[in-house]
């Protein structure tokens, strides 16, 4: 299919350079909203569409998925994909893509700044001033130097909280499920509670997982220290609210600073709805620890450059849910892609297929994983369109999708 009759949607106010990478690259039918869409209208949208490029609102579950006839690949223009069907969307041979990086450092500025503001009791203090108050006073408030920061969930956004914070004199530990590198004079706890009993601050970095899943409850806020302060910039389902609302009120908790909800409004218009509301120790931001305009700018480069080179190329290379391929480019004859169940035979079946038409493979790159094989081959003739290989290829059992350059 000629660049410019692929169709490509853009949701969620995704930045200019997305736009401006795949015109660059000749993607002419690029389409942008503003806004998330629901079920039905994304349904309805998506299914005459060969690539989608979402952020954490847009919900792309299987259902939506069986509705994206010619989805090519998914961009995620953002770092969590919890959002997507990740398992169904590899059934159905389409890779999805996101920005591992790119906003890594947003978040982690934004968390330490509210260390300090949590500290000092800036928003009880803040909300009073806006209502004519002057709470001129240090009760509670304190320096963030020498006190402790617990993260949980050192990954990327973890370990580079981590630095900033031992730049102004924090003292870091952290907790993960896997082994993790201590950077700096940072410790690692070798359990959560052993973190909780010993942080002033917790800060929650952990992706959405089963296991994430409402994991800090009650009982793990009663093992914090009282008086200590809880941040969660990771995803809404971590923490239980209804349980952070009762730490809060009995003071067990002193302050919270939170910017995921279980329950996150689906656009700007949309009413935000929270028991935490009404709390002045409480900072509530709109899931924005990764919206900078830097950020925001990288992540638009960033997705649209690995969408157009799997179109382009073929190449997998930093999708989140299929077999990665690396490959370099075509440079002569033609490349056919074929994605299929990971069942016995099938590359048998692709060379048959293209010895029977004695064709000579100039190179070839599989990959598997337990789901799904991804064979890329690169033949020297120039193939048709019209020579019915395709259709020859899709004849293999366990097929799902075939796709070629010519
Ligand atoms: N508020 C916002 O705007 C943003 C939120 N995020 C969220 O932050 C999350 C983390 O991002 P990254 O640091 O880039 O991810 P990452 O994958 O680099 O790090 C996550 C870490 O959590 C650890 N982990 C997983 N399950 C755990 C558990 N049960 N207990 C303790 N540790 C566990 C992992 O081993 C890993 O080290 C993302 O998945 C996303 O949901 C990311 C960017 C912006
Ligand atoms: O990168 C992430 O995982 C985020 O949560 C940021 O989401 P957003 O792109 O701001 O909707």
Redo the contacts with the bound molecule.
Sequence with gaps: MPKDKIKVLLLENIHDNAVGYFEAQGYRSVERLKGALDADELKAKIADVHMVGIRSRTKLTADVLQAANKLMCIGAF???T?QIDLTAAKKLGIPVFNA?YS??RS?AELVLGEVIMLARRIPEKNWSTHNGGWLKTADGAVEVRGKTLGI???????TQLSILAEAIGMKVRY????E?LALGNARSCPTMEELLADSDFVSL?????P??KN?FTATEMAQMKPGAMLLN???GNVVVIEDLVKALESGHIAGAAI??FPSEPASTRDMFESPLRNMPNVILTP?????TLEAQANIGTEVAEKLVKYSDNGSTLGAVNFPEVQLPLQETGSRFMHIHNNVPGVLSSINEVLSRRSMNITGQYLRTDGDVGYVVVDVQEQVEAGLGIRHELEQIPGTIRTRFLL
Excluded: E, F, L
């Design positions: 953002c770092i969590g919890n591992p906003n890594t978040v949980i969930g050192y990954g990327h956004i973890g907790y993960d499920i896997v993790k970095h952990v992706p959405s997982t296991k994430t994991m910039a990771s995803r910017d995921v899931h924005i620890g990764g919206s």
